[in-house]
């Protein structure tokens, strides 16, 4: 692995000089994502062109219909700005292959093929500018679905047949020189690769050779391929269960469940979701990038802009907790919610309101001062004892879906006695002797392994677990299935089922897509034990680039007796 993720002649990078560079980044915290292009009009999402297998012909009529009149530049700006965004990147091109800029390496762009015959990029680079936020660049460097670039499950289109090299070497490299030049220094101060299908070694070098030669000091993500490691990991979807080892990270979230304006997706995360995933992501010494996926004529759904507004109003109050924060002393959140440090001072940050306002903070250290976010000025009251610190809050919480708590203490943070650590519910056995586990359920533990809309996702390392806790009313033999979706590219894992004294190892078989979820026998197991019982799931082996793919659910069968 390299320090800074370009090439062999960095491998001497110096820590200063790495500081310096991921600076502002790391400072950051929080930036905005923008899935931008000609899916908009379609409008049920950026793979629509891939899912749908339309044609390149069929494709095209919708790149001359792209006309974004009511793009405004400075308003996305302001908006990013005013909800506490330091960073913004956006798609310059996604896997389609259509370029946001005028490139000179392909036809499919927005000044030579649409009616706006604009570069959409350049207000968008001079509006950062001046409003210092920095600007990156998302580029699909090996999928192009209309340039003959890769294409996940397949191509579909005779017209997109070509040479993967012709393509690295006659648009996919010249176009990222393109953007490395053309919008001033400094810009783009980031760059997202992403979906590395079918980049060599070679191909990825090409890449880090054009950006150490034209924007040496550019941060970016772990997704070029080829073994260059980048700057920082990018979970996807997800928040990771416990701090990654990775220095750096980022995740990358949608607002619903789409990344490109998807007209029939309305299923919108509430502000006090977002605004309590930035904590957990913060607390945990990771980035958190909030896609908005806006519409054909260029402008933000409202959904996005009311809860961009919310969050917001709260950064204004409490953005202390956040800019340039490090992760929680603790190894995992307290029962009243997360914490992030910025020296001696420690952020509590309370999402469960604790009883009578009596908050129990398991430190030793001596307090110097301690008041909330919103009240700076009103010393709280403390009480130290031995195994740490007990912090007076009104007793009844405030109307904020985070009440942020700063703590001055003397010298760094010293652990006392910790609670136990949350774990998930115990799962009744059912009258039929069934037993259901939803994955939302589970206690999941590792850096590689996350919940997302009520299922287990990103679980991609041997590191990573999930354990069900059950009572058993009937003992016995059980036939166990589970729920999930995963592609064949992603398959091939090798996970372990325990439970007491038997267990079982299986095979994590593909499905059609991360889309179509099917219910599969894995194997059996032997049940003695009455009362409450523990499921482990381990993985054995992970397959060179796969994962588990996205789990819902195991379920428990009774064997009668033949």
């Not at 309305?266 to 930035?278: A, P, Y």
């Not at 059950?470 to 439970?499: E, H, Q």
């Not at 078989?509 to 032997?526: C, M, N, P, W």
Request: aromatic share 10%; charged share 20%; with cysteine.
């Amino acid at each position: 692995m390299t320090l800074n993720g370009f090439s062999q002649k960095n491998y001497n990078e110096k820590p200063e000089a790495r500081n310096e560079r991921m600076k502002w980044w790391q400072e950051a915290r929080f930036g905005m994502f923008i899935h931008w292009g000609v899916y908009a009009i379609p409008a049920r999402g950026e793979w629509v062109m891939n899912k749908e297998k339309i044609s390149v012909p069929s494709y095209a009529e919708y790149v001359h219909q792209f006309n974004p009149v009511n793009y405004n530049a400075e308003e996305w700006v302001q908006t990013a700005k005013k909800a506490g965004m330091k960073y913004i990147v956006i798609t310059a091109k996604h896997h389609d292959g259509f370029a946001l800029w005028g490139t000179k390496y392909s036809k499919w762009n927005v000044v030579d093929a649409t009616p706006n015959g604009k570069d959409l990029l350049r207000p968008l680079a001079e509006a950062c500018q001046r409003e210092g936020i920095r600007l990156g660049f998302y580029y699909s460097q090996a999928q192009d679905w209309l340039n003959g670039g890769s294409a996940r499950n397949g191509k579909w289109d005779p017209l997109q047949e070509r040479p993967m090299n012709d393509y690295i070497d006659s648009v996919a490299v010249p176009q990222v020189r393109e953007l490395l030049t053309a919008y001033g220094k400094g810009t783009p101060a980031l760059l997202w690769w992403d979906t590395p299908d079918e980049i060599t070694q070679e191909s990825a070098q090409k890449f880090a050779n054009a950006v150490q030669e034209l924007a040496p000091t550019i941060i970016m993500n772990g997704r070029l391929g080829g073994n260059i490691s980048g700057d920082f990991d990018s979970p996807e979807g997800f928040i990771p269960a416990s701090k990654p080892s990775a220095m750096d990270w980022e995740t990358c979230m949608t607002m619903n469940r789409s990344w490109g304006f998807n007209k029939n997706d309305e299923d919108w995360k509430s502000s006090k979701t977002l605004i309590r995933q930035l904590c957990d992501i913060a607390s945990k010494g990771g980035n958190y990038i909030l896609n908005i996926g806006p519409k054909a004529d260029g402008q933000f759904p409202k959904a996005s802009m009311i809860a961009l507004k919310e969050m917001g109003e709260w950064m204004n109050v409490n953005n202390a907790a956040i800019y340039g924060t490090q992760a929680s002393p603790f190894p995992y959140p307290m029962p009243w919610g997360n914490v992030t440090r910025k020296d001696n001072t420690l952020y509590l940050m309370i999402f469960n309101w604790p009883e009578k306002g009596k908050l129990e903070v398991p430190l030793l250290n001596t307090v110097i001062h301690s008041s909330m976010l919103d009240k700076p000025t009103l010393a709280l009251k403390v009480v130290q004892h031995a195994g740490g610190f007990t912090i007076q809050l009104p007793k009844t919480a405030p109307k904020t879906a985070v009440t942020v708590v700063a703590v001055e203490i003397f010298e760094t943070p010293k652990i006392g006695k910790l609670p136990p650590r949350p774990r998930g519910p115990v799962i009744p056995q059912t009258e039929d002797g069934s037993i259901h586990l939803a994955a939302n359920d589970a206690d999941i533990q590792g850096p590689h392994i996350g919940f997302n809309n009520n299922m287990i996702v990103g679980w991609s390392d041997p590191n990573s677990s999930a354990t069900w806790r059950a009572d058993i009313k009937k003992p016995g033999r059980f036939r166990v299935s589970m729920n999930y979706a995963v592609p064949l590219a992603w398959a091939g894992s090798t996970l372990k089922i325990k439970c007491e004294k038997d267990a079982f190892v299986f095979n994590v078989e593909a499905t059609k897509s991360f889309h179509d979820y099917e219910t599969r026998v894995i194997g059996e197991l032997q049940i003695d034990k009455k009362g409450e019982v523990e499921l482990l799931f381990e993985m054995i082996k992970i397959f060179a680039g796969g994962s588990v793919g996205n789990l819902r659910s195991i379920e428990l069968f009774p064997i009668k007796n033949q």
